[in-house]
């Protein structure tokens, strides 16, 4: 057997004559950067999160960056958000010279804990950034609470949550904006890197699309430093068709993830993370905990011996990397974030995957627990 832990393939090839056709568009054109085709993008992509502006940018971690440049994060400044996530969402935030400040996560969704974020604000406090991992938006209520009882922006981290919502409302809304990736295996992806924020808030949008593009107003007028991070022609035609195969796409991730859920639920050394269902959950990555004796790394191997790829999202936190050494997270702070670090699993889920794969993960993983 052989099932690979992602594979793009067939969500390309679903929608492969209307990107063929998006390309020979562009080279049609002959316009890049900054044209017709990215207003198109993000046009559709703010009305489909149901947001009033969509700004396009190079890249998940520009979008995060940019829009805490935009919020008037710098030096002196602190952001609460998670350790358990990938490094982008702590550069972003060193890179406006902030700091940022560790809150634990929930055991059951693995998401930003409300309770450890009131532990951590403190007058240096300028955003809470929330993390909706695997596909699952965080406790939002609970955080936009916070935000507004202490004065603080909330700016939303839904690089792996592109249709994800609360109470029919889609993640990246709640806050004063809402930050997504569209690197090729995110729930929406590209053929290359891009990045995207929605917003609301007309004065925020326009600082936005200044700072993406040099600071300028208008051509040879700069009103402001900025910088080079745009979100080129050719991957908003190809992010337009695939847009319009999001809900089909999530939904088939969502079916797959119940399958999932069904065979491993009284599976003893698998721990399923809190359930949640489509449009709630989007299912970027499906992920469970193996409990008790065996470790992860021996499951992971047995599970490669029989040709099922899987990964860890994420393995090290980022106050553990020694490139964030400098931050002196306490010893003990995060108890959650660095047990779950040692269990964290992701099995192979992707929009194409056939049913039957998934009982072949679900038969080689038990197999695996057992030997």
């Known amino acids: 057997m052989n099932v690979p832990f992602y594979d793009m393939r067939p969500a390309n090839e679903a929608c492969r004559s209307k990107i063929d056709a998006a390309m020979n568009r562009v080279l049609d054109n002959s316009w890049y950067i900054l044209g017709d085709e990215l207003k198109t993008f993000e046009q559709n992509f703010a009305q489909y999160c149901g947001a009033a502006h969509c700004i396009g940018v190079n890249s998940g971690t520009d979008a995060l960056w940019l829009a805490l440049l935009a919020a008037g994060v710098g030096p002196g400044d602190e ?10 969402t702590a550069i972003s935030i060193i ?10 996560v929930d055991p059951e969704t693995l998401l930003i804990d409300p309770e450890s974020v009131k532990e951590r604000i403190t007058g240096s406090t300028k955003v809470i950034l929330p993390v909706h991992l695997y596909g699952r938006c965080a406790d939002l209520s609970s955080i936009i609470e916070l935000g507004s009882k202490h004065g603080i922006d909330v700016i939303e981290d839904a690089c792996q949550a592109h249709g994800a919502k609360v109470q029919g409302r889609c993640a990246g809304t709640f806050g004063k904006a809402g930050c997504f990736s569209f690197y090729p295996t995110k729930n929406l992806g590209a053929l290359g890197d891009g990045g995207g924020i929605i917003t609301d808030d007309h004065n925020f949008a326009e ?9 300028q107003s208008e051509k040879y007028h700069h009103d402001s430093l900025g910088y080079n ?3 080129d022609e050719l991957q908003s035609a190809i992010l337009i068709e695939k847009l319009e195969l999001l ?5 088939e991730r969502a079916l797959l993830a119940r ?7 009284n599976v003893s050394a698998v721990k399923l993370l809190a359930d949640a269902n489509w449009p709630e959950h989007v299912y970027h990555l499906f992920v469970v905990r193996i409990v008790g004796d065996i470790s992860r790394e021996l499951v992971q191997s047995r599970l490669e011996e029989t040709g ?3 990964a860890c999202h994420y393995p090290v936190p980022v106050h553990r990397h020694e490139a964030f050494a400098e931050l002196d997270v306490h010893p003990g702070s995060l108890p959650v974030t660095e047990k779950i670090a ?3 699993l992701s099995l192979p889920l992707f929009p194409g995957m056939g049913t039957t794969d998934v009982d072949l993960v679900c038969d080689a993983l038990v197999r695996a627990l057992a030997a």
């Open 342 to 344: 040692t269990e964290v």
């Open 207 to 215: 600082r936005l699309r200044m700072l993406r593009n040099y600071g």
């Open 79 to 88: 952001v609460v958000t998670v350790a358990h996530t990938f490094v982008a």
């Open 247 to 251: 809900d089909e796409w999530n939904s």
């Open 308 to 310: 099922i790829s899987s």
């Open 95 to 104: 890179k406006t010279g902030a700091v940022p400040v560790f809150a634990d």
């Open 259 to 265: 399958l999932y859920r069904d065979r491993l639920c």
């Open 229 to 231: 991070s745009r979100l």
